[in-house]
């Protein structure tokens, strides 16, 4: 093998090797611009949370009741009886409200739901009372 071919081929290799060298550089300028929208995306998420968060209320207060009449009467007639416990059914009656089932099963709801916000206490099984 003489000079000439040495070189041929030593200058073969050398153009080979700047064509990947090239193709790699279009990968890296290629994941380069992905990574920069991706950190960008990254950022915007985190705002989005950090404001979301800022926002919503607190999971440990609990929501005011429901402001319609319904919940009112409710509310007040534990309020104006703070130690007394009563069933659903004895509600509607001090209420004045109908005593059928259907109309007894959402005061049974809604019970629930003032229980569950922090404003009533269940101290027996379908018995409510103020919480205290």
């Given at each position: 093998m003489n000079i000439a071919d040495l070189l041929a081929g030593l200058q073969a290799r050398h153009d080979e090797t700047m064509a990947r060298a090239g193709e790699l550089r279009d990968q890296i300028e290629h994941l380069t611009?992905?990574?920069?929208?991706?950190?960008?995306?990254?950022?915007?998420?985190?705002?989005?949370?950090k404001v979301i968060a800022e926002l919503a209320p607190a999971q440990d207060e609990p929501e005011p009741p429901e402001t319609n009449t319904a919940y009112q009467a409710i509310v007040n007639a534990f309020n104006q009886h703070p130690k007394q416990e009563f069933r659903a059914r004895e509600l509607h009656e001090l209420l004045g409200m109908?005593?059928?089932?259907?109309?007894?099963?959402?005061?049974?709801?809604?019970?629930?739901?003032?229980?569950?916000?922090?404003?009533?206490?269940?101290p027996g099984r379908g018995r409510y009372q103020k919480r205290t």
């Open positions: 611009a992905a990574l920069t929208k991706t950190e960008v995306r990254l950022a915007d998420l985190a705002t989005a949370h109908p005593t059928d089932e259907a109309s007894v099963n959402v005061t049974r709801a809604r019970l629930g739901r003032l229980t569950r916000q922090g404003f009533l206490t269940q």
